[in-house]
């Protein structure tokens, strides 16, 4: 335990260090604090590519639809908040393997600007010094494989895995573990979190003595911010924040308990954005070649061999589909249970959250990495509400305008022999 005077001291570091970024903010170092840079980047997996006429929407780009019983209806809802990208290639890349390596890395080496990160690390390694954890991995049924290739989608470095974590009990141990249940622990937490918070604010008061106008009404914004994180603080450090008990009887790997781990890894990612532990998560439902069977819709036979079912099996891409829109269903809930929690600054937490729903491979009977499904969904850090197809453009673009979307200013990600510079007509203006 620090001394009282390292504790004031560590608090004073701490406010200054925010101080010292909304200083940057000012003079345009930063633009973390814009309205179009998203706060928290949120990465979601389902492997095995798709079946493009039944995953495609219908219409125009800002006046599509979503056809009855297509893979994306059961995202209909928040039509409003999507970015459904067509067209988007894997340049040079094929297969399974190649896909899943390429998909968030693109394909990037030691001396490429992202280092070999994926770009959910990479996003993290700079905005992730000032949470609990700079990211939370949440997988369902990922590692029965083992760690390999197939099985693992976030880097560190190249073939440096951040493996997610099957296990919600697990999770919930290291998100809660050190989190005392009394009263007397909690109430001195909240003291020490609101003290750092009336540090800054006085350091900011000072610092509005010391700008022109403009500035001190950012001033004045950030602090109407801080004070609602403030009050907020109650909330977000109680110990009532629980996971259902039942997450703690789950087997992880048992393939009947596929949607129940799924849902309560989801339930903890999005309490770990709206208790500030971190501002970086991914889900990662099962892995390429996965064969987890969707017992609970009917279906007898495994994921990835449905992936393969020719136009001419009616039943088995009825049955391809079926499992598609049930990953569909996944991602609205998590769309709308972060749509359900205010952000303190404003808004809710989808609101200032990118949420990326990637894969691996385009058609999964082709093994090609073309036209890859992705879908973008939350921050108005992108225009919204659209259907576009980009015609084969790199992925490593994408990735360049993941990464500008949570305020970086990279122009290239991956390998930049394919592609540098971000997607046209993506960042709102």
Do not use: H, I
């Given at each position: 335990m620090p001394s009282i005077s390292r504790r004031k001291w560590l608090a004073g570091a701490g406010a200054s260090l925010v101080a010292a970024s909304f200083l940057k903010f000012l003079t345009g170092e930063s633009r973390a604090d814009s309205p179009t840079v998203a706060k928290r980047l949120v990465v979601v997996f389902t492997p095995n590519g798709t079946v493009h006429k039944h995953w495609r929407p219908t219409g125009s780009e800002t006046n599509f639809t979503f056809a009855p019983g297509s893979i994306l209806e059961p995202l209909a809802a928040h039509k409003s908040k999507l970015l459904v990208c067509d067209g988007i290639d894997y340049k040079s890349v094929d297969n399974h393997e190649g896909g899943m390596a390429n998909m968030l890395t693109g394909g990037g080496g030691v001396s490429s600007s992202s280092g070999g990160m994926s770009?959910?690390?990479?996003?993290?390694?700079?905005?992730?010094?000032?949470?609990?954890?700079?990211?939370?991995?949440?997988?369902?049924?990922?590692?029965?494989?083992?760690?390999?290739?197939?099985?693992?989608?976030?880097?560190?470095?190249?073939?440096?895995?951040?493996?997610?974590?099957?296990?919600?009990?697990?999770?919930?141990?290291?998100?809660?573990?050190?989190?005392?249940?009394?009263?007397a622990d909690v109430d001195k937490l909240l003291a020490r979190k609101k003290a750092v918070i009336d540090l800054v604010n006085g350091e900011i008061k000072d610092l509005q003595k010391r700008v022109g106008k403009a500035e001190k009404d950012k001033l004045e914004a950030h602090l109407a911010a801080l004070q609602k994180v403030e009050s907020s603080l109650g909330a977000v450090s109680s110990p009532t924040c629980e996971a259902p008990g039942s997450v703690f009887?789950?087997?992880?790997?048992?393939?009947?308990?596929?949607?129940?781990?799924?849902?309560?890894?989801?339930?903890?990612?999005?309490?770990?954005?709206?208790?500030g532990m971190t501002n970086v998560a991914s889900l990662q439902w099962n892995h390429t070649v996965g064969p987890a069977v969707f017992s609970w819709v009917g279906v007898t036979e495994g994921h990835h061999s449905l992936s393969h079912m020719d136009d001419s099996n009616v039943q088995g891409v009825a049955d391809f589909v079926k499992t598609e829109r049930w990953y569909a269903e996944q991602f609205a809930y998590l769309l709308s249970s972060l749509a359900a929690v205010p952000d303190p600054a404003g808004g809710t937490l989808l609101d200032s959250t990118l949420v990326v729903w990637c894969k691996e491979l385009g058609d999964g009977r082709l093994h090609d990495c073309k036209n890859v499904p992705w879908v973008l969904a939350g921050a108005k850090c992108f225009s919204m509400g659209r259907y576009v197809n980009f015609g084969g453009e790199p992925h490593q673009k994408l990735l360049v305008s993941i990464c500008q979307a949570l305020g970086l200013t990279n122009q290239t990600f991956g390998d930049a022999s394919k592609g540098q510079g971000p997607l046209e007509g993506l960042i709102a203006s």
């Open positions: 770009v959910d690390q990479f996003v993290a390694s700079k905005l992730g010094q000032s949470t609990k954890f700079s990211s939370l991995e949440f997988g369902v049924q990922t590692s029965a494989w083992g760690g390999n290739v197939q099985t693992r989608m976030s880097y560190l470095a190249p073939g440096v895995y951040a493996p997610p974590d099957d296990s919600p009990a697990s999770v919930y141990k290291r998100m809660f573990g050190d989190l005392s249940t009394d009263p009887e789950l087997d992880p790997y048992n393939n009947q308990n596929f949607p129940a781990v799924g849902k309560a890894q989801m339930d903890l990612l999005v309490l770990a954005l709206a208790c």
